[in-house]
C-alpha cells in the first residue's frame, strides 16, 4: 500500500478502549457480565427504549428478532435489496422466504408503495434498512404493514444516531438491529444489539442468545454460588461479552463527536461535488437526522464512464472506495434459491450499478476530503 493511500474507513479508537479492556482482562470475567449489562443499559437509554440485547453482531440481532417473533417455514418476510446480505440471509436461516421491494430513487431506501405491492397474505415480517444512515419513510412503511399486522424490524446497522421527525432509530418499531463491526459508526470490532419495547420479545431474544438455557445463565459461576439451570430452548451462541462492551461503553461516549465530525466533512463533500455532472449524491429528507454513515454517490450515464471505471481510477490515485450496495436479489445465491432476477427492483438495480461510496471516517480531515473531491473532478473531466 502506498504512504498515501487514503482508507475507505478507519475506527477512532484511542486510550479510553485501551483502558477498558485491560481493565477487564485483569477483571478476570472476560465473558458476558457486568460489562455487557451496563452497555445494554446505557444504549437502552440512548435510544429511548426499553430493552437492549447486546449480541454477537446485527446479524444475530436481526436473526433473533425474526425467531422470537415467531417467523419460520412458510412465511414471507419482506425487505429491500440495498442492504448488506445479512439482512436477507437471516431471512432464509429461519426457513422463511425473502421478499424483495424497491426503493425510492432519491434515498435508496424502501418504497412504501413498492412494498404495498410485494405484501401478501403469507407476510409476517418487513426489515426497514436505514440505507447510509438515512431513516426511512416509517410512517408510511409502518402503515402499510400494519394493514397487514405485519411487525417492522428496522436494520439500523448504519444509523445509530439517526432520528426520525425527532425520535431515535430503534424506537420506531417493534425491534431494531444495531452493528458494532470494524467499520460502523461505533465499533467493539464485531458486535450488535437488538433493542424493543416488547418485554416479551426481549426476554426471549435474550434467552435465545445464549443457548436457550434459563434466565441470567451468565451468572451461573458468579459469587452467588453454583445454581442449577435449564435448557429452554434451542437457542444460539450470539452473545456479547466483557471485552466487545467495555470497547463499546467507551465509543458511545465518542458517539456524538464521531457524528459531529462525519456530518462536517459530508457538508464539505456536498460543497466541493455539488453541481458535478456525472455523480449524483442521495437526498437528505428535512425532517430526519442523519446519522452521516456512509457517503454514497451514483456515477451516472453523464458521467461517461462506468461506476468500476471510476473506481479503478480513484484506486489509481491510492484512494480506498466501498460499494454499498449491489443489489442482494442479484447475488448468485438468491438467483438459484429463489429464481430472483433483473427486472424484480428496476430502481435498486440501476442504483447498485452506479453506487460507490467515497472515504468518510471521524478522524478523516479537511485535506483528504478535498483530495477526494480533486480526484472525483479530475477523473470526470478526463474521462479516465
Ligand atoms: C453491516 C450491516 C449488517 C450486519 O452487521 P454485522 O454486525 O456485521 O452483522 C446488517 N445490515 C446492514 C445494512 C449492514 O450494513
Known amino acids: 500500500m502506498a504512504d498515501d493511500y487514503l482508507m475507505f474507513h478507519r475506527p ?19 465473558t458476558t457480565g457486568p460489562r455487557t449489562k451496563e452497555f445494554e443499559r446505557v444504549f437502552a437509554a440512548y435510544r ?11 446479524t444475530a440481532a436481526l436473526h433473533l428478532a425474526l425467531v ?6 412458510g412465511d414471507e418476510v419482506v425487505t429491500s435489496p440495498i442492504t448488506f446480505a445479512s439482512t436477507a440471509n437471516v431471512v432464509v436461516h429461519t426457513g422463511a422466504v425473502p421478499v424483495f421491494c424497491d426503493v425510492q430513487d432519491d434515498t435508496l431506501n424502501m418504497d412504501p ?12 415480517a418487513v426489515i426497514a434498512v436505514h440505507f447510509a444512515g438515512h431513516p426511512c ?39 431494531a438491529a444495531f452493528s458494532f463491526y470494524a467499520t460502523k459508526n461505533i465499533t467493539t470490532g464485531e458486535g450488535g444489539m437488538l433493542v424493543t419495547d416488547d418485554d416479551d420479545l426481549a426476554q426471549r431474544a435474550a434467552l435465545l442468545a445464549l443457548h436457550g438455557i434459563s434466565r441470567d445463565a451468565w451468572k451461573r459461576y458468579g459469587a452467588e454460588g453454583y445454581r442449577h439451570w435449564d435448557t429452554v430452548a434451542a437457542g444460539y451462541k450470539y452473545n456479547m461479552f466483557d471485552i466487545q462492551a467495555a470497547i463499546g461503553l467507551e465509543q458511545l461516549k465518542k458517539v456524538g ?18 453541481g458535478l455532472r456525472g455523480l449524483r449524491p442521495l437526498a437528505r429528507r428535512p425532517y430526519v437526522t442523519a446519522s452521516y454513515h456512509l457517503y454514497p454517490v451514483r456515477v451516472t450515464a453523464a458521467a461517461g464512464l462506468s461506476r468500476d471505471d471510476f473506481i479503478a481510477a480513484l484506486n489509481r490515485r491510492s484512494i480506498g472506495v466501498g460499494v454499498h450496495f449491489r443489489p442482494v436479489h442479484l447475488h448468485p445465491f438468491y438467483r438459484e434459491q429463489f429464481g430472483f432476477g433483473p427486472g424484480l427492483c428496476p430502481v435498486a438495480e440501476e442504483a447498485g450499478e452506479q453506487l460507490v461510496s467515497l472515504p468518510l471516517f471521524p478522524d478523516m480531515t479537511d485535506a483528504e476530503v478535498d483530495r477526494v473531491v480533486g480526484a472525483c473532478r479530475e477523473i470526470l473531466a478526463a474521462g479516465a
Open 12 to 30: 477512532s479508537l484511542g486510550p479510553e478502549e485501551e483502558r477498558a479492556v485491560v481493565e477487564v482482562l485483569r477483571s478476570g470475567w472476560i
Open 48 to 58: 429511548g427504549v426499553a430493552h437492549a440485547v447486546g449480541v454477537n453482531s446485527c
Open 257 to 274: 463527536r464521531f457524528w459531529a465530525s462525519r456530518k462536517h466533512l459530508v457538508e464539505r463533500y456536498d460543497a466541493g461535488l455539488a
Open 137 to 175: 419513510d416509517m410512517d408510511e412503511i409502518l402503515s402499510v404493514a400494519g394493514e397487514r399486522g405485519a411487525p417492522v424490524i428496522e436494520d439500523a446497522a448504519h444509523a445509530v444516531e439517526a432520528e426520525y421527525k425527532g425520535r431515535p432509530t430503534g424506537s420506531l418499531a417493534r425491534a
Open 68 to 73: 422470537a417473533l415467531g417467523i419460520g417455514p
Open 113 to 124: 408503495e413498492a412494498l404495498r405491492r410485494a405484501l401478501t397474505p403469507r407476510t409476517r
